[in-house]
């Protein structure tokens, strides 16, 4: 059962275009959640996170808006540039078991020149 | 410092062999991790540990085992590898329950 779900396996976005990643949840004990961006041959690096008492946080091109109500997440990559090009993954755990983190199957971005 | 180092990169294996997958971290975090990360899938929790001495089951522990006799490693053991093992393995680490730092990945072939 996929309690984490990126439903784009892919994303194609022109440099310096807006990139946007979607993640949706299943379940409503998450209140914490992070996106890590991974490139081929190596293991996942940590990107940004948020805590459910927020609803968006930004560091520098990158924001992620969380809408509990929807259960529904995104990051937004702003402008897009070719170095971004990677495979994100959006993660989901409860702070309060705070253990087990569960991750999506990953979005694949190219970011074009 | 070197984070989260695994070795071997590469394995293949036999049917019914076994072999241990290692993980050192050289940040001393108390919590480390292991996970499957199997083609077009996401990342799976197959053990977890909160400190030497303690380890639990994540979602998917089935033909693996794992100890905690420091806090540096944390080696993940396969004792009669079977062709649904066949994955790419991630070992990471972390200082609280939140940033998980992430080994460069085992890519394991059961033949």
């Known amino acids: 059962d996929q309690q984490v779900k990126q439903n784009s396996p892919s994303l194609s976005v022109q440099e310096g275009r807006i990139s946007i990643l979607n993640c949706d949840y299943t379940?409503?004990?998450?209140?914490?959640f992070l996106w890590y961006k991974k490139y081929p041959a190596e293991g996942p690096t940590f990107l940004i996170s948020?805590?459910?008492?927020?609803d968006k946080n930004e560091d520098g091109r990158f924001t992620v808006f969380l809408n509990k109500s929807a259960k529904h997440l995104s990051l937004h990559i702003v402008p897009s540039q070719p170095g971004d090009s990677a495979v994100y993954f959006c993660?989901?755990?409860?702070?309060?078991?705070?253990?087990?983190?569960?991750f999506g199957t990953g979005t694949s971005l190219t970011v074009i020149p | 410092n070197a984070g989260v180092t695994q070795t071997p990169k590469f394995r293949i294996l036999k049917i019914g062999q076994s072999m241990t997958l290692q993980c050192a971290q050289d940040?001393?975090?108390?919590?480390m991790y292991w996970y499957r990360q199997d083609p077009g899938m996401g990342l799976k929790l197959i053990y977890y540990?909160?400190?030497?001495?303690?380890?639990d089951k994540g979602e998917v522990p089935n033909g693996y085992n794992v100890s905690r006799s420091t806090t540096e490693d944390f080696p993940l053991r396969l004792e009669l590898a079977a062709p649904s093992q066949t994955s790419v393995y991630f070992c990471?680490?972390?200082?609280?329950?939140?940033?998980?730092?992430f080994g460069p990945g085992t890519r394991l072939t059961v033949l």
């Open positions: 990471a680490s972390s200082y609280t329950t939140d940033t998980q730092y």
């Open positions: 379940n409503s004990m998450f209140d914490y």
């Open positions: 948020i805590s459910s008492i927020k």
């Open positions: 993660a989901a755990t409860n702070s309060n078991t705070g253990n087990q983190f569960y």
């Open positions: 940040m001393n975090h108390n919590y």
């Open positions: 540990s909160v400190g030497a001495g303690i380890t």
